[in-house]
């Protein structure tokens, strides 16, 4: 029992050690790889003379800010920037969760689910349940989070973009059909339209506006999204442009294929669940279901055998 005790120890604290090390050395990377803007910086506040005092105040306010995102950016993977950025865009981008600021929340949410797990542990369990709780527990559960929430957030609009792209299809067709462009069409749909659709439309009309071509803001449009149906759409459209075909037409396709896409993934729903509900079933329900039903029987029996 006390070599397990010590085993778990020296391997926490190990593990501590070893997170520190690979934080210190991507703070120190990444510092050492600013430092000539850092000097560039440098030179235009000498430049340019003194700060006003409230901008002075205001850095000094985002001091602790930047020190808690530099952590949370630390001891971030470059590979999970991407996906963080990615699912940014597939949660549409909020305007308060820049990645800046999920990496803010990373490290603030890390320190207090620490310290948190350390308190809790050191309760129930002593030093040994303070490391637990702390390393083990608290700190990875707060660094994550955030991810956490932004998957949900990002999975929740993904999921009301497919569930009303048939209906917008629809509604597009009908104008493109009714002798409006493709561009006035997709004005029409930003105007009465509602939900996470319609503004990614209404971005695709800004991007075109400023100079963007028709075939770059659709591929742009299929970049943020995961939805296999609007990224078909995107790539259809996108050839129809390039080799000439008739709109209409290809918007008239692409919405029967989307209802009936639509009625398939109904269907594969239906066919779910009652795998889905098997399981509560079995350790729910039927156990009450058993008591209820047998239990007087059982204790009759027990009865009957005890007075013999």
């Known amino acids: 029992m006390d070599f397990l005790f010590v085993a778990v120890v020296i391997a926490s604290v190990l593990f501590f050690f070893v997170g520190l090390a690979i934080v210190v050395a991507n703070v120190a990377d990444a510092t050492f790889g600013r430092a000539g803007v850092a000097r560039g910086l440098s030179s ?31 001891a971030t993977p470059g ?6 950025r990615r699912r940014l865009d597939y949660a549409g981008n909020p305007p308060y969760w820049t990645v800046d600021r999920v990496f803010e929340l990373k490290g603030l949410s890390l ?22 709780g702390g390393v083990l527990i608290g700190a990875p ?9 932004i998957y949900d957030v990002s999975e929740r609009r993904q999921q009301k973009i497919r569930s009303t792209l048939p209906d917008i299809l629809d509604t597009l067709t009908v104008s493109v059909e009714a002798g409006l462009g ?3 069409a997709l ?4 105007r009465y339209g509602r939900g996470p659709l319609a503004g990614e439309f209404a971005r695709v009309l800004q991007e075109m506006q400023i100079g963007r071509s028709r075939v770059d803001t659709l591929r742009a449009l299929a ?18 442009s390039e080799l000439g075909i008739p709109i209409a037409n290809v918007l008239r396709e692409q919405s029967k294929e989307m209802r009936i896409r639509r009625r398939q993934h109904a269907e594969e729903l239906a066919q779910k669940v009652p795998v889905k509900i098997l399981f509560p079933l079995i350790f729910c329900l039927f156990p009450a279901i058993f008591i209820v039903v047998l239990g007087p029987g059982v204790i009759n029996i027990l009865n009957a055998f005890g007075n013999q």
């Open 111 to 132: 320190v207090i689910m620490a310290l948190l797990g350390v308190a809790i542990g050191f309760v129930l369990g002593g030093p040994l349940g303070a490391v637990i």
């Open 187 to 190: 004005a029409q749909i930003t």
């Open 44 to 74: 235009i506040d000498a430049i340019y003379g003194s700060t006003a005092p409230s901008e002075a105040g205001d850095r000094a306010g985002a001091g602790g800010a930047s020190r808690v995102s530099q952590l949370g950016k630390a």
């Open 223 to 240: 970049l943020r999204s995961n939805v296999t149906e609007l990224k078909s759409f995107c790539a259809i459209v996108v050839q129809a």
């Open 141 to 149: 559960l707060g660094f994550f989070v955030p991810d956490i929430i």
């Open 79 to 84: 590979r999970a920037v991407a996906f963080l």
């Open 182 to 184: 493709f561009d006035a």
